[in-house]
């Protein structure tokens, strides 16, 4: 079978990357012919509130990667459509994740297609955005009405999928993030990040947005330090701002964290990732909404216990007082939950559960279900 997967990979930096390249790597294991078409510019400076969007390091020599796509040139959307009609690829593979992309992924999606042959279909992470525009719901109809086919990894996702198209469409949850290595021994991982051993940490890990609660946290870990329970503790946040970083870093001076919060704030990549998530205690996620979260799935890969915020789609990854704990998007119930997951031995046990539930995410699961919706076609 011919495969085109089209969407973020080298040298584009992050995970949705890593997971267009996973499922290449499988479906070529699998026997299929695969080949992976990027962008030539995936967003315009001005859109993009990060440093840089793509690494320096080496294309991956076993894929087969064309950058082709740039997202704002409709006469670029025009010849990959009919580069791919041509190409009769037996379908192409989309990520979508945001309206943004609609106009572009539409247009290619609708001139492939009209070979006869090609089918489209689509992993989505979000219909509806975390962050609304106007332009949302034209956007996501024009292009979700161009696919014939979804795996979508949460229920909510699901439903939101169902006010835009009755294509079929199977779930499949956010497999684990193997690139990413096993966890290592704590010492050695506190020694790559200059930490101190013989504190104790709770994480906060990933692009920094209004949507992800940072602020509730900070609040939570304020309450607790007057409250005299940070002793020999503190909080890691690491990941890049995506937002104006000011009113976090006012929030910090507030609640007298500054010798309590451990800020990288930067993007952080791949070959660190095992440090911050085998030095810490726990991750956790404050988010004031969510469909699902990569980060959950970098917690079950390194076994690290959670503590998340039942909202979206969260609850249906982290099993309450299994491999963590859910709580409301508050301080005082993030606080609460902080000091649980630090009692006894439910650190130590809910990192043996992780090691049981990890094991339902798993990137076949996720390819095969793609495969029986093309079979439904």
Same mark, same amino acid.
């Given at each position: ?84 009609? =041509? !190409?009769?690829?037996?379908?192409? *593979? ?7 992309? /609609?106009?572009? +992924? %539409?247009? @290619? ?76 021994? =704590? !010492?050695?991982?506190?020694?790559? *990040? ?7 940490? /709770?994480?906060? +890990? %990933?692009? @920094? ?51 309590e919060v451990i800020l990288h704030d ?87 559960n992780c090691l049981i539930e990890r ?19």
């Amino acid at each position: 079978m011919k495969i085109t997967i089209l969407g973020p990979a080298h040298p584009y930096r992050g995970g949705l990357a890593s997971i267009m390249q996973t499922m290449a790597r499988l479906y070529q294991r699998d026997g299929h012919e695969v080949d992976l078409c990027t962008f030539t510019l995936q967003y315009p400076s001005l859109l993009f509130p990060g440093k840089s969007q793509t690494v320096s390091t080496p294309v991956p020599e076993d894929l087969t990667i064309r950058r082709e796509v740039s997202t704002i040139n409709p006469f670029n959307w025009w010849r990959v459509g009919r580069m791919l009609r =041509r !190409e009769r690829p037996d379908f192409i *593979l989309l990520k979508y994740w945001t309206p943004f992309m /609609a106009p572009c +992924f %539409g247009a @290619i999606a609708r001139l492939a297609r009209k070979n006869g042959h090609t089918k489209v279909l689509c992993q989505i992470d979000n219909v509806e955005p975390h962050e609304h525009h106007l332009i949302d719901r034209p956007f996501n109809r024009y292009f979700l009405r161009s696919v014939d086919g979804f795996v979508y990894m949460s229920d909510e996702v699901g439903r939101q999928l169902r006010a835009y198209t009755a294509a079929p469409a199977l779930f499949s949850p956010h497999p684990r993030f193997e690139n990413f290595g096993e966890r290592i021994p =704590r !010492e050695e991982a506190c020694a790559a *990040l200059a930490l101190d051993p013989a504190t104790r940490y /709770a994480l906060f +890990f %990933g692009l @920094i947005r209004d949507y992800k609660g940072l602020d509730l946290l900070l609040q939570a870990w304020g309450a607790m330090r007057r409250a005299g329970k940070t002793a020999g503790r503190k909080l890691i946040v690491a990941g890049e701002f995506y937002t104006d970083p000011k009113p976090y870093h006012r929030l910090l001076a507030e609640q007298g964290l500054e010798q309590e919060v451990i800020l990288h704030d930067r993007f952080i990549a791949d070959r660190q990732v095992a440090a911050y998530f085998s030095a810490a205690d726990f991750v956790v996620l404050p988010y004031r909404s969510a469909t699902q979260s990569g980060v959950t799935q970098i917690a079950y890969q390194f076994a690290t216990p959670m503590v998340v915020t039942d909202v979206g789609g969260l609850s249906e990854i982290v099993p309450d007082g299994r491999v963590g704990y859910l709580c409301q998007p508050t301080p005082e119930s993030i606080a609460e939950k902080i000091e649980q997951i630090w009692q006894g031995d439910t650190l130590e046990r809910f990192h043996r559960n992780c090691l049981i539930e990890r094991e339902r995410f798993s990137w076949e699961e996720m390819c095969g279900q793609l495969m029986k919706v093309y079979r439904m076609l």
